[in-house]
């Protein structure tokens, strides 16, 4: 099981790499479903669950922000 600091380490990898906005994308969205599974991370806002998980709805947040950043590149580059 990966760690918060092995995760953003990760995240860090992903966005250092040579590739496609596309592949970074599916990387990103790779991590966070690891994320909600090992940390169950409900799917909807959850201020209780948020409260007592600071740190990972930190990083959460930060690749949910990241991966979107691509996807909305990727559609750009379509229009």
Same mark, same amino acid.
């Given at each position: *099981?990966?760690?918060?600091? *092995?995760?953003? @380490? %990760? /995240? !860090?990898e992903? &966005? &250092?790499? +040579?590739?496609?906005?596309? #592949?970074?994308?599916?990387k990103?969205?790779? &991590?966070?479903? /690891? *994320?909600? +599974?090992? /940390?169950?991370?409900?799917?909807? !806002?959850?201020?209780?669950? !948020?409260? !007592?998980?600071? @740190?990972?709805?930190?990083? =959460?947040? @930060?690749? #949910? #922000?990241?991966?979107?950043? /691509? @996807?909305? %590149?990727? &559609? *750009?580059? =379509?229009?």
């Open positions: *099981m990966l760690s918060l600091s *092995m995760i953003n @380490k %990760q /995240y !860090e992903v &966005l &250092l790499l +040579k590739t496609t906005h596309a #592949i970074k994308f599916l990103l969205s790779h &991590l966070l479903t /690891y *994320m909600r +599974k090992k /940390y169950f991370v409900p799917p909807i !806002e959850n201020v209780k669950w !948020e409260a !007592e998980n600071r @740190k990972v709805i930190a990083l =959460y947040r @930060k690749i #949910i #922000i990241s991966r979107n950043s /691509y @996807k909305s %590149q990727k &559609l *750009m580059a =379509y229009s």
